[in-house]
């Protein structure tokens, strides 16, 4: 199970956290990824990271995302900065080991 939050409105240039709580006995072995669903667009990938911290960032988000874990409180967050009207999507968390998906949270980038 994956819970995610923290998705809303944000003006260009501004920065949001998102949050993935998980559950599951053996989460810290888990690789967990970030996704995202722009209207009309293919779901892409976001950031990863590893069950030991590990991370990946697809072309257009780095330097201004930053993907985390905790293995002990079983959270995963996705700090967004310097954001653009183009993040605008639903955001998904994903347990890459078990294809689990989590609902989904909207992010507004606008003014």
């Known amino acids: 199970q994956l819970q995610a939050s923290g998705g809303g409105l944000v003006q260009p240039g501004g920065s949001l956290r998102l949050s993935c709580a998980a559950s599951g006995s053996i989460f810290s072995s888990y690789p967990m990824g970030w996704y995202r669903q722009a209207p009309g667009k293919e779901r892409e990938l976001v950031a990863l990271?590893?069950?030991?911290?590990?991370?990946n960032y697809a072309d257009s988000v780095k330097g201004r995302f930053t993907i985390s874990r905790n293995n002990a409180k079983k959270m995963v967050w996705l700090q967004m900065s310097s954001l653009k009207p183009e993040d605008t999507a639903v955001y998904y968390c994903?347990?890459?080991?078990?294809?689990?998906w989590g609902q989904g949270t909207l992010v507004t980038v606008s003014s």
């Open positions: 990271i590893s069950g030991g911290g590990s991370t």
């Open positions: 994903k347990n890459l080991a078990t294809l689990t």
